[in-house]
Nanobody, 122 residues
Framework: QVHLVESGGGSVQTGGSLTLSCAAL????????IAWYRQAPGKQREIVAA???????NYAASVKGRFTISKDSTKNTAYLQMNDLRDDDTAAYYC????????????????WGQGTRVAVSS
């Protein structure tokens, strides 16, 4: 299993931008897909964006047009560029790798990293 570490979170004003990173430590992504998830206070974890093993990219409707997912296999790092941030983007963000499909449901995973926290305020 790939050990992933998320970073890049912080506090930002409404309309601001952040770029999150997801680094694979001691291993590589290989041909696996990458997905970003988030969990807001008091809410269930949800998928935000994903790159499938075949390269298909999908976004949650709430972030489409504002967030961009990417990965750099040479650096074993994935990214989530977040623009035009809104208050309801406030959450802890997590990444996962996956081997099939377009983006697994959060319940498909037993183990999660520490995540990185994003706080958006007006």
């Amino acid at each position: 299993q790939v050990h992933l570490v998320e970073s890049g979170g912080g506090s930002v004003q409404t309309g601001g931008s952040l770029t999150l990173s997801c680094a694979a430590l001691g291993s590589t992504f290989g041909g696996q897909g990458i997905a970003w998830y988030r969990q807001a206070p008091g809410k269930q974890r949800e998928i935000v964006a994903a790159i499938s093993p075949g390269g298909n990219i999908n976004y949650a409707a709430s972030v489409k047009g504002r967030f961009t997912i990417s990965k750099d296999s040479t650096k074993n790092t994935a990214y989530l560029q977040m623009n035009d941030l809104r208050d309801d983007d406030t959450a802890a963000y997590y990444c996962q790798t996956f081997k099939a499909g377009l983006g697994p449901h959060p319940s498909d995973f037993d183990d999660w990293g520490q995540g990185t926290r994003v706080a958006v305020s007006s």
